[in-house]
């Protein structure tokens, strides 16, 4: 099953507004992953259980960090996969040390606990990303999961620009 859904826009949400959004959709996610349901099949006839899961999670890259939890382009670490920042964004020649799912669920957890939204925002600019309702799947992983779509990174010429530009190879 394909889920697709499109934030209304013209402007990005608020912090905090599509998580209410996505707690509907994680509710019955949950239900699909844990129990699940019972289809009867000719050869088990009081049922095989069926799970379901929301892999992966197909984006434009701030649509995807605000879904996913990602840190903001303009966080001190704002790579969404690997701890890079702001200060070093220059070099490519390093490699730099990816996130995991772990770190970004702590982070996560971290940013959904804090006691203020001065807590909250003092966390994001530290590079450490947001709760997504999401997190709340028991196997979902907001690292891996979350890629990049081929429109944006492609056809509209996405990577072009930021090999080029970005990291200046011509």
Request: proline share 8%; net charge negative.
């Amino acid at each position: 099953v394909y889920l697709v859904g499109i934030i209304p826009g013209p402007k990005k949400t608020k912090k905090d507004q599509i998580n209410r959004l996505l707690a509907h959709v994680v509710d019955d996610l949950q239900n699909l992953w844990d129990p699940g349901f019972l289809i009867p099949t000719p050869s088990m006839p009081t049922g095989r259980r069926i799970r379901g899961a929301l892999i992966p999670l197909v984006c434009d890259l701030p649509g995807g960090n605000e879904v996913a939890g990602a840190p903001d382009h303009n966080a001190s670490m704002p790579c969404a996969y690997c701890k890079i920042t702001l200060a070093t964004l220059d070099n490519v020649e390093d490699p730099f040390d990816p996130r995991t799912c772990a770190n970004a669920r702590a982070h996560g957890e971290s940013w959904r606990d804090a006691a203020t939204e001065d807590a909250r925002e003092k966390l994001e600019s530290q590079g450490g990303g947001r709760w997504s309702e999401l997190m709340r799947l028991p196997y979902w992983d907001p690292v891996g999961y979350k890629v990049l779509d081929t429109m944006h990174m492609l056809l509209e010429g996405m990577a072009n620009r930021h090999c080029r530009k970005t990291w200046g190879m011509d």
